[in-house]
């Protein structure tokens, strides 16, 4: 049943996503604030409560699988053809907002986490927010 859930809420994230594609704040993009909870506390068994709370808050960060990042910012708009680097750009301008760069992980290493996809999110290049602004407890480097 949980499973059945999971593959109508990441169906309904994608149509909604592409529905909202144009839009140039990658948050928008993906599932509603009040889906995260369910997500991440009924299905996030096994990831860093740092990621958690991250996720919460509608941010990614290094270390998160592309299951969650999808779920946030909805499916890349390019891909490359080892699916390693996604690309999320601003449709009515043509300018790249935020490049992701992933790294193929042995799901076998994280017994008990959900690595939906095998891969972990290891760069963020461009405007790490996806144009929302920052989160209020980022220092100035950059770090949550």
């Given at each position: 049943m949980k499973k059945i859930f999971l593959?109508?809420?990441a169906a309904s994230a994608l149509v909604s996503s592409c529905a909202?594609?144009?839009s140039p704040i990658?948050?928008?993009r993906g599932i509603k604030e009040d889906e995260r909870n369910y997500d991440v506390v009924q299905e996030g068994f096994g990831i860093d409560p740092r990621l958690k709370k991250i996720f919460l808050q509608g941010y990614i960060a290094e270390g998160?699988?592309?299951n969650m990042v999808s779920l946030l910012w909805?499916?890349?708009d390019q891909e490359s053809e080892d699916r390693l680097v996604w690309d999320y750009i601003n449709a009515e301008t043509?300018?790249?907002i935020t490049r992701l760069k992933w790294e193929e992980v042995d799901p076998q290493k994280y017994k008990g986490a959900d690595w939906t996809n095998a891969s972990k999110l290891i760069e963020i290049q461009g405007d790490p927010y996806g144009g929302s602004p920052p989160p209020p407890n980022v220092d100035d480097e950059g770090a949550y």
């Open positions: 593959a109508i809420l909202k594609h144009k990658l948050i928008e998160m699988n592309k909805g499916p890349a043509g300018e790249l």
